[in-house]
């Protein structure tokens, strides 16, 4: 079972939509208000981060399920994909304090934090693939 | 985990409860300890939003719809001090983890430090090195010959904190590994300055003042790379006078000649070395003169080596609330037969 929806992100209208789309997602997966409110953080900043980096990109989100102790644990997962400058020195951008946009805690290294699992890909030129995974309690 | 977090929602269930009953200070009281509680749960701002928002809910079950949906909204609003929140979290521990790497490094740094102070039957030395952070840049060393003479060297590198330290070693290493000019001090600041020059990045540099006591003779040759004059006290005169020696820092040219002086210590005299962190005690905002530091060595005089140098650290440390703006080091040597 693997439900993909995609928003597109070019505008704050396409990071309102994401937002929307990860919270309802989260509801009908079974988050508690806390972590809907978590996983959305996490795709509005991954979102702006595209819209004020790559330009344009996408938010695709899809419903993950892995084997645990008590049957099938269920998760939600957040592509953040653009084809945009890349990032350089990923490293950087991975430690605590170093954010092109203000703000204390944001940045890539808050949204590792908000969710459970987190990989990212970038090649300068390219763009950038970031996937985070938060799993149902 | 999930059970303490449950618990956290009971008590806050029932000091809330309780405030809204009595409204008194007292509520109040319990509700700024429980925040401490959650601190120490690492509960995030919206977390308690959320359990807040529960309780409030449990308790009036007819409270109105935008009351709650209003919680949602501060709920969102405080995602951002809950993200720094973490933020501070992960970089406290980062702190931790740095302070416990350099609590190591500081650790070895010692052990690059003389572990006894030579014994020569005519001689009174006393030490005290305090760095103003954990890792120092000063440095001291001595050399005993089977010729009943010390060399004494203090260093100051240029530069504090890490950089400083890994300097140190350098410094050690070099010293230990110098042929036998020990009697020369000129030679062997020239044979230092060129393991410093090629082994150190342009900006930094090191200060250094390097004496010999011959005990058969009673002289004391020293000469000095650019470091911080001590002292002399001669008991016949009762009289201080400056130990200078000229000459250019460690590092700075390859091809440095180092001027060497001597003095005829008699019975009673003192060598006094020191680095600047001693001179450049501050008191308020001037520092302090060289005469106050004579004056308080003459204060104490009367005590053994070692006793001098360590009152004059304490009185100085207090007149800066124990707290050095730089590294101190001082010697005392003391001819006593």
Redesign the interface.
């Known amino acids: 079972m693997k439900t993909q929806s995609c928003v597109e992100v070019k505008n704050e209208w396409g990071i309102v939509a994401a937002r929307q789309a990860g919270r309802s997602l989260s509801k009908e997966i079974g988050f508690g208000s806390v972590d809907q409110a978590r996983i959305t953080t996490a795709i509005s900043e991954l979102s702006r981060n595209i819209y004020l980096y790559a330009k344009r990109g996408e938010i695709c989100l899809e419903v993950v399920e892995k084997p645990s102790k008590i049957g099938v644990k269920k998760g939600l997962r957040i592509i953040a994909q653009d084809q945009g400058p890349g990032i350089p020195d990923i490293r950087q951008v991975m430690v605590d304090g170093f954010t092109t946009s203000g703000g204390m805690g944001a940045g890539l290294p808050g949204v590792k934090r908000l969710m459970d699992e987190f990989t990212i890909d970038s090649e300068a030129g390219e763009g950038t693939v970031i996937k985070a995974t938060k799993w149902l309690r | 985990m ?1 059970e303490t977090v449950q618990n956290l929602e009971e008590t806050y269930k029932h000091i809330l409860k309780m405030f809204l009953h009595q409204k008194s200070e007292h509520g109040l009281y319990e509700a700024q300890q429980f925040s401490k509680v959650l601190l120490e749960h690492q509960v995030s701002p ?2 308690l939003i ?1 359990v807040h ?1 529960e309780v409030l809910e449990e308790l009036f079950p007819t409270i109105a719809e935008e009351v709650l949906d209003s919680l ?1 909204l501060l ?2 609003v405080m ?2 001090y ?7 979290q ?2 406290r521990d ?1 702190q931790l983890e740095l302070e416990s790497e350099i609590e190591v490094a500081a650790n070895m740094q010692q052990t690059l430090l003389p572990k006894e102070i030579p014994s020569i039957g005519s001689l009174d030395i006393g030490v005290i090195s305090v760095p103003a952070a954990k890792m120092s840049g000063d440095y001291y060393h001595y050399i005993k010959d089977d010729n009943q003479s010390v060399g004494v060297a203090i260093a100051d590198i240029i530069g504090k904190g890490v950089p400083a330290a890994l300097c140190m070693s350098m410094i050690k290493y070099a010293m230990d590994s110098l042929p036998e000019q020990r009697l020369q001090p000129a030679a062997l600041l020239e044979n230092l300055n060129r393991v410093v020059e090629q082994n150190i990045d342009d900006n930094m540099f090191i200060t250094m003042m390097y004496g010999s006591y011959d005990s058969r003779t009673h002289e004391f040759h020293y000469s000095g790379a650019g470091h911080e004059p001590g002292f002399f006290y001669f008991a016949k005169h009762d009289q201080f006078e400056e130990l200078f020696a000229k000459g250019i820092a460690l590092g700075v040219s390859r091809d440095a000649k180092f001027r060497e002086y001597s003095r005829k210590i008699e019975t009673g005299d003192l060598i006094v070395f020191l680095s600047d962190g001693v001179t450049e005690s501050r008191i308020g905002d001037r520092f302090i003169d060289r005469e106050e530091i004579i004056g308080l060595i003459r204060n104490y005089m009367h005590l053994s080596a070692q006793e001098v140098v360590e009152s004059v650290y304490y009185e100085l440390a207090k007149l800066q609330d124990f707290q050095l703006k730089d590294d101190f080091t001082l010697m005392i040597i003391r001819r006593e037969v």
């Open positions: 999930k919206e977390e959320s928002r949602d709920l969102e995602m951002g809950g993200m720094a929140y973490r933020e501070h992960s970089l980062r």
